[in-house]
Every structure is written in structure tokens, then in C-alpha cells.
């Protein structure tokens, strides 16, 4: 049974929203993966999300662009922390998306993340879960450790290049 | 019965959306008025919307601020014409809510008016209505032609003062 | 005769336009279309906003780019509901034709949709037109429940694929 | 017979727009005064425009806030110089009027000032006209030499004060 | 010992930052409170994050305005979930915190929620406590249900008044 | 003699900038040009400002990207009327040289067209020269009335198009 | 013989620019403080600029708002580094200072600080003055101590009084 | 032993910032370069930061791109003056890390200079190391005199190819 969902609203988001896939397998984190839209498809929405905490989910990431509905409504449904993802690529850049899940009304939050930023959607997703999984908690210890290697890593390979 | 339904996210948006409710009023059309939230209250506003064409409602005026995901969730439930007024107040000024309203996805409009414009949401709605109701569409004639008189007596007072 | 008109302020606005009179005709509407520009034909536009009505036309649509006062100025001249629709390719990205549209005084409403959202403006449109002819309701009902078919085959596909 | 004409689209912004009165009373130039409103008198405006070369009129100022497309509507009406002012107040803080004046299309210019910059309206009006006026060129001349000596005032008075 | 931290940038954070406390209080959970600046006292912030699994904390919770690089730098030295609470009051209201806040580099996420919105990130602290809290999720339904009752209570209240 | 000098801050700027020259040259007005920096060459930019009107200057336009100081600093050495047009190009799009431009302080105007807009500001000149030049206003007229008949030829295509 | 010059284009600017002439003088810094505008006394303020580092000058701090030219046009006239303090009070709440003050070309960099940030410009002047003067760049270090001892003692209050 | 130093927040930054090193090594400056994060490896920026100063460094040039904290995290690490360099490439184009960068809170400056203008950032650095070494005063001179001769070459050359 998979902890964490992720939901994008048009299966064309799967580009961006893949890294998050990507990431959660590489702490051993098969999500459930949906394209559902809060404004196509809302009784869909609804209904995973009243079901997510009964089905297993922990945790759900919601990718979306534009006036990016989708992790707020699905937050409306559901008492699991929900994080976002704003998409880029309408006009506004990302920004419209940004603004339509970040400044959520009082009383029912979303986490939200970076333009486009669905790797570290991920490792939020992996953060809060090693809070009870001292294995998971381990592994992000040593994801870190490995980031930090691979930035020294290119800093001496610059000063070579140089 | 209300042809005319207004909702708005929170019962602090009465300040700003009373201009819709008392304009539509000038023009003899009295509308049903609810506090419903997208995020606070959504089983509410699926209801209130999928019922709204069946309980007589012909447009429907939603006005919300920040993450405004009001009027598009709406939208989502029902077939009738959403008006959106993007509210300010959050410290984006309205923006968000803009962005949040106008920036719907393919296939599911919004009709946005400006940030707290609910004079021009309730005028939006008399205009859709006097496409089937005469005696509207001439009130709407009038009520042009008693503004440009208004401007007009403005100018005139105006080189009276100068 | 058509009950839809759409205008463009250029023709080079007609690759973003075409959505909105490809979505009309799936809908068996056929709108009348035609190029005119508030800053560069000011009295076309006029004759044409104070003819609409006469000449049959139920909704219109206006795209347009910049600073764009052609819907705004369309609605100056006819109680008709308008619909604006703001193109982007300027160094602002749409934000200005956005702000030059949405804007409106108090008196004047244009119905804005998204920057570029040609499809959105068609399907309002057909929502306006629908309140008082029935098939053309259902037909709306029937391109909802087809576009959360293709969302939910999309979803299905994407789990087929990871 | 005036040689300068302002206009405004609401008598609220006279508040801002008699600084543009005041700076051409002090070149004794006597403007002429009116509100008129793109949106709510669009043929009082068109009729203004249209007549203002005959009239005698050789530049004129246009205030507006919001969608403020009242210098822009002047211009395609007239071949003569329109200075736009964008005015602040709505909840964009003006960045609504001036998108909507200097983002003007290729063929109808608007000479734009600074956000409420009516007394910058004013002296570019005094600049176009002391093309051909050598008394006002020498007024306009003196004009920055006094500013010029008020800042230095100010500069002494500040090192007197510290 | 406090499960939850919330580290603000100033003490004239605590106005708004006040909130997260006392939502947090009505479910139960007694946060440690710190004013540390990742600019003023970088090394006090580090020692803080590097400790704080060690000390019982289970999710930080920090608020910052401006170039509010807080939470992202207590995220550098921790792997437990950071949430950013970016605080207006500075010239650009807000956005400037949000930006330097939810653009995080991929590896190191802050879960951000709106400009001032510190009751939100109080909830999400506990939602993700609530994950392993079977009493702090009944608590949290309840208040959601409160919430939803409230709104509902306002809309009848708002249906007398008028 | 010129009676337009056109100035721009490098010589990568031409090519928005001979938008300018090529419609000056339609109106049978050959400009002065040249490069000239408020930045790298500040005294180049003085001296040339401050002869312009004894070199028979009547009007300078000037164009420059980014910290675009170039036509304010014009204008704060002649009183003859500068036009500024801010380039895109930067990483901000152009938002930088069009608040560089427009927002100038009371006392010295930058008469500023759109971004980029390089015919505008041709034109701009135009009708200030036509002010005191009767066939210049003749021939303006004519350009108005030949673009208005290019927007009509391009509408009966599209309709035949269609 | 002052090594800081403070100037700034108004006096009304003085209100924040106090903040830089207080903390110079907090490290026994008397700096040389006058008002000029690049746009209302530009051969005041080239002047100034050219005969700066002759009079012992070392660092600028330049204040403006709006089309914020000032810092800009020193750093064209001197090699001496030259610090920007966007100042904010204008429609734009000083991102157009911001703009026209950072987005410097290649060549001639202005050092800006935050948004009217003055307290920063006179510790960055502080900064680079201490490279060669061992006495100042203690006096820094203390400051940095004692500020770092100020926010713990806020912490510390902070915590007594929850 | 290097005067200025270099760092950067991902060897990808290294496009730009090499602009920095070239225009450096024009004035006979070899920087030391390095990759850091203020996320990624927070403790070697800290590390770093702190022993610049005893190291021989006088200048610190650090560029970063979306939440940009690395150059106020090395402020808060050392008195010595830090420039820093807003790099765009991120959906906001930079803005994110201009706010994130040069809007510091009181007590800890960052040098800013425009987004991606890492040779305006090579050039400030070479303005503090002059004002303590005559020979590169000069040659700054001479470079700016070489790009003001630059400059009326390309206007001589624009003038013959018109």
C-alpha cells in the first residue's frame, strides 16, 4: 500500500511532476501516481481525498498550473498534510500558480514548494514520514551527505578547469 | 425564486460584494446570498452549485480573496455562467485572487470582473439576463445613459468650480 | 445570422482567437468574425458594438493584445455581455492586456478569461447562449462529462506507463 | 481659445490632475477642462477628439485610473500629441494605467508620464508648445533654473540643519 | 519536552507569529519559542537546527520578512520538516520573503505557506504530527468541523442581516 | 539640418531602434543618429543635449535597456521634448527601463511609449513636428487612414479565409 | 576631510537617509551630506561626482526614488565605489527605484542595498573603509557582537514573557 | 594569495560568473573560486566565511540564483564586504534571488548589483581593492576610458552604415 500520492491535474504536468516519482523511489517509496483536475474532475478529486487516509496515504503531493486549485481543494478533503507544487508554463510563469496555492485562507494549509520544484516536493514528502521511519530518517542523512559530496565535489573540479 | 445567486468566501467579503447585491437590486432583481468557502466548507458549494440551475439560479456571483478558489470550484459543478470578483485585502493586493480566478484551465471559464468589482459583477449578470428579458435589457439602456449624464453633470460642475 | 460575434485587434491574433471559434462550432455555432481595432479603426468599432444587437448577436468576444481597450470599448457602446480575452506576446507577457481588460470602471463590466484562453471565452459564451436553449445545455453537459472521460483516461494511461 | 485641453474620466481625479492645471496657469496657459470617460461617454470623448485640432487645441492631457483607456481612445480620434497620466488608487497602485496607456499598439502613440505625474504632463505640454512660443521657451528655461536653485536651498539648509 | 519549534527573525515577528503559537496551544502542543536571525546570529540558528532532532523537535516552524533566509537555512543544517512563514512589512509586502522562501534549490525543501499566514503553519505542524497522533487527528477533524460550522453560522447570520 | 535626433545607449539597440528612423523617413524626416551612453559616456550625452536645440533640434528620442537613465538625463540638460523608449532584452523584460523611464521626478518629463514601441515614438515626434507643420499633418492623416484600411483589408481576408 | 559623501535628490528623502548618516557617525564617520538630483542639477551633481575622490572622498551613498538616476550618474563621473539606496514612497513602493538603480549596464556598477535600506549603505561604506583602517574594522566586529547579543536578549525576553 | 574571492552556488552559476573571473584577471586579479551552498553545504560556507578575512581575502563576490541566501550568509560570517550577483534561470528570472539578495535586514549588507551582471560584480570589486592601490586606480580609468572610446566607435560606425 503506497504512503504517498501524488495527484497532477493534466497528464502534461508528468514532466515536471516525475522528478518527484523519481525521487521518492530512490528512498524505496512507490507512490500512487493520478492525473485528477479540481476543476474537470472534482467529484474525483473529492472522493480521493476523503478516501486517501483510509486507503494508506500519508502524505499527497498535488502538482497544478495556472489558477492551481488542485492542492487546495484536495486539502479541503482530507486532513493529511498536502504539499504543492506551482507549474510554470502558462503567461504568468508559474507565478499565478504560486499565488493560487500558497496564500491559502486560515484554517486549512498547504505546503507549498517551489516553481517546478517537485524534487524537493518529494524529499518533504520523505522528511515528514523518517519523522516515525528511523530507516527513511537515515537515508536522508546520507541523501544529504551525498548532495554536499557532489557540490564539493564540482568545486574542485572547477578549480581544476580553471 | 433568485435567478441571481452570490456567494462569497467569508462573511468579512460583505463590505466589497454588497455593491453587487445592491446593484442588482436598482434593477429589481433580488439575489440569494451565501457564506460558502471552497477550502473551508466544500461539500457546501458542490451542493450549492450542482443544485443551482435546478433551484431556478441562471448566474452565479462568487467573490473570494486570496487563493480565490471559489468561483472555479463552482464552476466545476455546474454548467450556469460563474462571475468571478477577485477580492483584495490579503497583502498581494488582489493579485492572487486574480490570478487565482481568471487563470482557469481549458474548458472550465470563469467570467472575471476587476479586483472588488462587484458594481460590475452584478451589471455582468443583469446583461446576461436582458439577453432574454426585455424590460431588463431596456433598464440596463437606462441605467447607461443616466451614468453618461452623471459624467457629463461632473464636467459641468467641474468648469463651474475652475 | 450569427449570435456570436469575435473580434481581434489584429490579425495575427487569429492563431490564438481560432480556439475560440473552433469550440463555437463544435457547439454548431457559427460566429461571426472580424478584425477591428479600438486605437486603429475607433469608429468601425463603435458601428459594430452599436449594431450587434440589432444585427442578432447575443455575445461577443474580444481578443486582444497590449494595451487593450477593444472589449472595453465594445462594451462602451452595447449592453451586451462581452467577453474579453487578453493576448500575451508583448514584453509583459499578457499582464498588461490582462490589467487593460479586467480593470473596468464601475458601469462598464467586460467578462475576462485567462491570457490566451480563447477556449474558455468560447465555452462562456456557449454557457450565456445555453441559459435559454436547451440542447445547447445539454451539448455542454455532454462536453464536461466528455473532458473528465479524457482526464480519467489520461490518469489511466499514466499509471499503464510508470 | 485654449491650446490645451485636459481631460479626466472621473472629477475624483481632479485631485491629482490640478497639479497639471496649476503648472501650465503658471506658463499663462489657460487649459480646457472637462471629465469624460472612455467607457461611460465613449462619443462625448470620440466628438472631443475629433473636433480638438479645430478647436484650437495642440496638445491634450488625459488622466484615467484602472483600464484606463481614455488617452489611448483620444489618440485614435486626433492626430494631435495626447500626454497620458496613469492614475493610482486602485488596488494595482497604478500599475493598471500605465500598462493600459504606454502599452499602446504600433501606429497610435501616448506620450505616458509617471503614475499621478500630472505635473510632468503639464511641462511636456509646455515643451511642445515652446517649439513655436519663444516666450514660453524662455519661461520653461527659467522654470528649471528656479528648480535648480531650490535644490541647491534645500542642499544648504540641510548642511546648515546637520 | 516541545515537539514543536517556531524560531522567528525578530521579535517584532511575534504579532504574527503569535498565531501559530496559539493555534497550536488549542491543540494541546507547547511550542519552544526563539528569536534567531540567519543573518545576525547565524551560528546561534545552526547549533539550533543541528540539535533540535536530538531535543524532542519533531518540525520547525520559522517566520522571517525581507531576504528571509531562516528557514531555509535551518533546513541546510536539519532533516526535519521546516515550515516558512515569509512575513510582510517590508517595501515589497511580503514578496520578498515569499520568494526567498519557497524558491528553495532542489535538496533542501521549506514548506511554505502564505504571507502572514502563521495560523496555517501551526495546522501543518500538526497535521504532520497528527500522522502518528491518533487523539491530535480526532482534534483536528473536530476543528475542521467547528470551522465549516462557523462559515455555515455565518451564512445564516448574513441571510437575517439582509 | 535634423529636426529629430534619435540617441540609444548601444549599438545593439538599432534594431528596435530603426523601427524609429524607417517611420521618421516614411514622413520624409531624416533623424540624426547616434550611440551614446548616460553611463559610459556622460559628457557626450550633456554636451549633446545641451546644443541639440541650437543645432536645430525640436525633438530627441531616445531609446535604452535595463537602469535605462538615458532620456532623463536628456532632458535634464534641454527643454526641448525627449521621448523615451525603453528596450527589453534584460532578464526583468523591460520592466526595468519602462520604471527607469516613466517614473520621473516633477519637474523633468520623459514623454516614455511602450516597450520596445520604436514606431511609436517616430510617430510621437511626427505629431509634435505637425503641430507647426501643416503638410506633416496632412501626411498624418493619411498614415492614419491607410493603417485604418489595412485593419479593414485584413478583416475581409480573414472573413474569406475563414 | 570627510571619506563618505551622502547625497541624496531631495531633501525629503532625509527622513531615511538619517539612518545612514547615524550609523557613520556611530563609527565616528562624519560624512559630507548635500542634496542634488541627476535630474534637476545634473552639472551639480557631475560636478560633485568628478572632484569627489580629489576632495578625499572614498565611498558614495547615493538615495533616490522613483526613476532613481542619482546613483548611476555619480558612478558614471568617479571610479570611487558608489552605494544605491532605493527609496520607496512612490506608487511603485520603490521597485522602480530598485530597478533603475541595480539594473546597472556592463561597466558602471552601483552597490545597492534593500529598499530604503540606509542603515545598510553606511555599514556596507563602513565595510569597505575598514579594509584599511584595523581600528574600523574592530569597531565592526563589536558591532556585529553586540548586535547578535541584542536579538538573544530578545529571545531570551521573549521567552520570559510567553 | 587572492584578494578577491569567488564563489558561486552551483557549478552550473559558472556561465555567468565567469564574467566576473574575466574581467578580474583584466585587472591582473587572480580570484579564488569555489562552488558553495548556503543549503547544500552550509558548514563550508560558514567555514569559509570565516577565515576570508585571515586568509587575505578583502572582497567576496558570491552569485546564487532563486532563494539566493548565499551571499547574506556569508555577510553573516564576515565583516569584509560581500557583492552579490542575482543569477536568473529560474521560472521568476531572477527576481526571486535579486529580493532574496539584496533586500538584507538592518546590520548585515550585501552589495547588489543586477541580475546575471557578474562583471559589474568583478568591477566593484576592483573599485574597493583601488581605493588602497594607486596602479589599479588607474588602470581603472583607463578602462572606462577605453569603453567610452568603445562607445563612440560603434556611434561613428552606426552614423556611416545609416
Known amino acids: 500500500m503506497a504512503r504517498v500520492a501524488i495527484v497532477m491535474g493534466s497528464d502534461s504536468d508528468l514532466a515536471v511532476m516525475a522528478k518527484a516519482i523519481g525521487v521518492l523511489k530512490e528512498f524505496g517509496i512507490s507512490p ?9 474532475t472534482p467529484d474525483k ?10 486507503n494508506g496515504i500519508q502524505v499527497i503531493i498535488a ?18 498534510p498536502v504539499i504543492g507544487v506551482p507549474l510554470s508554463g502558462s503567461a504568468l510563469h508559474g ?4 499565488y493560487a496555492m500558497v496564500q491559502m485562507p486560515p484554517g486549512i494549509p498547504v505546503a507549498t514548494v517551489g516553481i517546478d520544484a517537485a524534487t524537493n516536493a518529494g524529499l518533504l514528502a520523505v522528511a515528514v514520514l523518517a519523522l516515525n521511519d528511523a ?7 546520507d541523501y544529504r ?5 557532489r557540490v564539493e565535489k564540482c568545486s574542485e573540479e572547477l578549480q581544476e578547469r580553471l
Open 63 to 80: 502538482g497544478a498550473g495556472m489558477a492551481a486549485a488542485l492542492p487546495g481543494v484536495i486539502a479541503a478533503h482530507t486532513t493529511l
Open 95 to 98: 507565478t499565478d500558480a504560486l
Open 45 to 54: 478529486v473529492a472522493q480521493f481525498a476523503r478516501n486517501a487516509a483510509d
Open 135 to 141: 530507516e527513511l530518517a537515515e537515508r536522508l542523512c
Open 145 to 149: 551527505a551525498q548532495m554536499a559530496a
Open 32 to 40: 500512487e501516481v493520478s492525473v485528477a483536475s479540481a476543476h474537470r
